[in-house]
């Protein structure tokens, strides 16, 4: 099978590795990758959002299937030009990323399938904010109806911060914002694979959101994440395939766009009862890296059956019996300004070590030097027979690396 996968993370980083060593791809590309993904992929130096120029492209690598990584080629509709083209692909059309696309627009899909979360109340005039902040209290719950890189959602006590975010979300060309109540308890990340009828889940990871120890300072993309989770219920995977996963997929289907891709599942699990606090139309990152690490079944069918709408041929999935811990390294002064061009060493002394893969996400080749080029710069795994050993393997591999200024958390999987 010849894959194209598109994106630039190391979320794209885990699935060029997973899918290379699945022995049925016969070649792997990326447009346009990272220096990590060109470990084990052919790059293509083609704009993500382009949707023509990336099925162009896949048309003439006789690509059998396209993998969209991202959530902003999705919505600008690169998979709908990718299909046009005739060609399989695993992400969902413009129309069914609106799910992540549009806070608004999930609420009411959700509300239409009676999919448990939050009550909303969308807020499109500046006037409305107050109300809508009175109406639930502290703690404020506000987000960007429209993607913002991680940078949407707002949660805090202090009643001039939340109002100042809705306002600037306000502000923007078409802005709306989504106001709703706070939903307490731990949170927990579930990727559900979805054939426009069918879905399939994979197993919960919990991602670490905010940039500091302990649960500290500003929200980020997400700072590390870890799998499995022992604290779970045992029953929690198929309560949100029945509750969730498929009355949305459904529901999709009702209103005549599919939903093809990943299904992600942010939940909360409230004292009454588990509750989505957000979807997204993609994997998670750094979610996926510690998920893909315990896959033992090749992913590759698994991921053309999805976007073939068979995913009911899939054997059941197979999971190895270890834990994965992921690490992010960020570069100096992320997520406010992150400084980039600053030399990275020590990746090979740290894939050297017994359980420990280092992920690519914002970097780029400078002649012979790999220099940082984002704000999460690498994600490292560690892989161990538990997530104790798992987190001493990520950490090991974290202090081999060196970066100027870079940061990252100490506490990832540290309280399970
Ligand atoms: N880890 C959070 C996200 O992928 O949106």
């Known amino acids: 099978m010849k894959i194209l996968i598109v994106g630039t993370g190391a979320r794209e980083h885990a699935l060029a590795r997973s899918l290379s060593q699945d022995p049925a791809v016969t070649e792997l590309h990326a447009a346009p990758g990272n220096p990590g993904i060109a ?5 293509h130096p083609v704009d993500q959002l382009d949707g023509e120029a990336v099925a162009a492209l896949a048309t003439r690598l006789g690509a059998d299937l396209v993998v969209v990584g991202p959530e902003a080629p999705l919505v600008a509709g690169v998979s709908d030009a990718v299909r ?25 899909v959700m509300s239409a399938a009676g999919v448990p979360t939050a009550e909303p109340r ?30 949407g959602v ?23 914002v989504v106001v709703e109540d706070y939903l307490d308890g731990p949170e927990v990340s579930l990727f559900v694979l979805c054939d426009g009828s069918r879905v399939l889940p994979l197993v919960p990871a919990q991602d670490f959101k905010r940039v500091g120890d302990g649960d500290t300072g500003p929200n980020t993309g997400g700072m590390g994440a870890y799998s499995p989770l022992p604290w779970a219920p045992e029953e929690l995977v198929a309560e949100v395939v029945a509750q969730v996963a498929q009355p949305t997929v459904d529901e999709m289907a009702r ?21 989505v606090v957000e979807f997204n139309a993609r994997f998670g990152d750094p979610e996926t890296q510690v998920v893909l690490a315990r896959l033992a079944t090749p992913l590759a069918g698994v991921l053309h059956a999805a976007a073939t709408g068979a995913l009911d041929t899939v054997p059941p999935l197979r999971w190895r019996d270890e834990a994965a811990v992921t690490v992010v390294v960020a570069a100096h002064d992320y997520p406010a300004a992150p400084r980039t061009g600053d030399p990275i060493t020590g990746l090979a002394e740290a894939e050297a070590l017994p359980g420990v893969h280092v992920l690519h996400a914002g970097t780029r080749q400078d002649g012979d030097a790999v220099v940082s080029a984002g704000g999460r710069v690498l994600s490292v795994v560690g892989v161990g027979a538990d997530l104790a050993d798992a987190r001493t393997a990520a950490y090991a591999g974290v202090d081999r690396i060196a970066l100027a200024g870079s940061h990252h958390r100490t506490d990832i999987a540290a309280r399970v």
């Open 255 to 275: 209103r005549g766009t599919p939903f093809v891709g990943v299904l992600y599942c942010g939940l909360a699990l409230t004292s009454s009862g588990t509750r």
């Open 154 to 176: 707002v949660v805090t006590d202090d009643r001039d911060a939340a109002h100042a975010h809705a306002a600037e979300c306000l502000a923007k060309p078409g802005g709306r």
């Open 39 to 43: 470990a084990v992929a052919t790059l």
């Open 84 to 108: 046009a083209a005739g060609i399989p692909v695993f992400g969902p059309s413009a129309a069914a990323a609106q799910l992540e696309g549009s806070k608004a627009f999930a609420k009411d």
């Open 122 to 151: 969308v807020v499109t005039e500046p006037g409305q904010i107050d109300a809508a902040l009175d109406a639930f209290g502290a703690p404020y719950v506000v987000k960007d109806d429209g993607l913002a890189a991680g940078k």
